[in-house]
């Protein structure tokens, strides 16, 4: 059942992002455009109540910094909340990364916590903690890929998931000291005021399908991309982006932007922890494994490694890997001689490990590194660590929410 419900979401992913092809891929996405006008007209009539105010938004005091997208999967967020909460807490802020925890389990009991002075917090008002910064409370299971993978890179940040993300914001902020949140994947989340709104572009795929859900990729139309503070452009690849960035101006012509590139640093022993140079790569015959939502890029930069992907593995986005899917997998690369296994960081979280380890399998690290824009990005940092005058965050412009 487990593998039929998979093989069901894949091929509706590959559907919406025109991998899938045939009559009956082509019939889907027809009967998916009528229900996309519906999915625009309920985004937005939602702005509307924001923007009327005939939705209350909640302030907790702090600056709750949101970095989010328009689009659904593959604009590399991840490296960008990562690297954004390491800067900040090197230069002296208190950091709650706040995630919704996407796929994660629920807990079986709320976690135990007291206040400063003694008192239980009741489990109506706990969300799940991941990491208070200093220790590690939660598996990739319970916690979610993502807020697992951040919690366990960034010591002295803390991680809070919860669907209600004000209520994880209050906690973050009265338990764990936090005076930054950093709201992970937060554009379409509102019922938590932004002081600043990131958001990220991917150069090669801007505006996904350019049709919105459930016919295309889009969250959101274009148009409302004038909410952005500012937009980074991901995964730039030293070509001009001018083009781009003619088109970006016609909904939002003030936001700063920032060209960055998503790079891999090194490889690592998903198992041994052993770190290994990009170069190991070279010549290497590999099996790729991943469950994301854009494959290609992943399997490709291993080719641009110089990489022989030989045996590509698929599953659906946060898809959890079983050990007997593992070990199937592991046979097939023994089988055609593959001299390793690569996933990436984040299916790395919840790789199971097999009975017996007969191929080494490593994951690449990505990292992001800023091509253009040093300065403005310097510049929020500053603006985020020193804010001027009493912080209210408030609406920085009223139309942004306009439908």
């Known amino acids: 059942m487990k593998e039929q419900i998979e093989e069901l979401e894949r091929w509706g992913a590959d559907v919406i992002f025109g991998r899938a092809k045939g009559f009956r891929a082509t019939m889907m996405r027809f009967a998916m455009r009528g229900v996309s006008g519906i999915f625009r007209i309920i985004v937005q009539l939602r702005l509307r109540r924001y923007r009327n105010g005939w939705k209350a938004q909640s302030y907790l005091g702090t600056q709750v910094i949101a970095i989010g997208n328009i689009t659904v999967g593959g604009t590399g967020k991840t490296p960008v909340v990562e690297l954004l909460a390491r800067t900040l807490r090197d230069r002296g802020r208190s950091v709650a990364i706040l995630s919704r925890g996407y796929k994660s389990k629920k807990l ?34 319970f916690a979610g890929d993502e807020p697992f993978m951040l919690a366990r890179n960034l010591d002295a940040v803390s991680v809070v998931v919860d669907k209600n993300r004000v209520k994880g914001g209050l906690f973050a902020v009265g338990q764990l000291g936090a005076d930054t949140l950093l709201l992970d994947d937060g554009m379409q989340y509102l019922d938590l005021a932004h002081s600043i709104d990131i958001v990220l572009i991917d150069s090669g795929s801007p505006f996904g399908t350019e049709a919105l859900l459930p016919r295309g990729t889009l969250r959101e139309p274009p148009k409302n991309l004038r909410r952005a503070s500012y937009i980074l452009i991901t995964k730039c690849n030293g070509d001009s982006n001018e083009a781009l960035i003619t088109r970006i101006r016609k909904y939002n012509r003030t936001a700063e932007i920032i060209e960055c590139t998503h790079g891999p640093i090194y490889l690592e022993n998903v198992f041994t922890k052993e770190r290994m140079p990009l170069d190991f790569l070279n010549d290497k015959w590999v099996g790729a494994i991943s469950a994301i939502a854009v494959p290609e890029a992943f399997e490709g930069a291993l080719e641009k490694l110089g990489a022989r992907v030989e045996i590509r593995r698929r599953f659906s986005d946060h898809y959890r890997f079983s050990r007997r899917e593992v070990e199937k997998f592991m046979q097939r690369c023994v089988e055609r001689d593959m001299q390793l296994i690569v996933t ?16 080494p399998v490593v994951f690449l690290r990505i990292e992001v590194e800023i091509l253009k824009g040093q300065e403005i990005w310097d510049d929020l940092i500053h603006r985020i660590c020193h804010p001027s005058g009493v912080f209210q965050p408030v609406l920085r412009n009223r139309d942004a929410y306009r439908p």
């Open 344 to 359: 990436t960081e984040k299916d790395a979280v919840r790789f199971p490990k097999p009975g017996s380890i007969d191929v």
């Open 108 to 141: 079986d009991r709320p976690q135990k916590w007291t206040d400063t002075k003694g008192r239980a917090i009741p489990g109506s008002r706990m969300p799940k903690v991941v990491s208070t910064g200093s220790a590690l409370l939660l598996d990739s299971k």
